[in-house]
């Protein structure tokens, strides 16, 4: 299982990431130990989860959230604010 995986960071900006292991890779964001530009913006917090079965159907859809505009970005994690 795969998590496609949206943080809402301090500057307002998103990062759009994947794991299979969201405590891990949620906890090594906190630790400034994720990516730069978390690192860069923290804190952050999660407003967006999307379970996926395999590896490349994850990085697809991340591709296609990381082309998302702000504005879009906004109203899919609306849209999908019930968890």
Same mark, same amino acid.
């Given at each position: 299982?795969? !998590?496609v995986y949206i943080l809402k960071l301090s500057s307002g900006a998103y990062?759009? &990431?994947i794991t299979n292991n969201i405590a891990k890779r !949620? #906890? *090594?964001h +906190?630790? &400034?130990k994720g990516s730069k530009?978390? @690192?860069a913006h923290l804190p952050f917090i999660i407003v967006y989860? =999307? @379970?996926? +079965?395999g590896r490349s159907e994850a990085s697809k859809r991340e591709a296609a959230i990381k082309k998302l505009s702000h #504005?879009? #970005?906004e109203k899919l !994690? *609306? =849209?999908?604010?019930r968890w």
């Open positions: 299982m795969w !998590i990062y759009t &990431g !949620i #906890k *090594a +906190s630790d &400034g530009f978390v @690192r989860i =999307e @379970r996926i +079965s #504005k879009e #970005k !994690i *609306a =849209e999908t604010e």
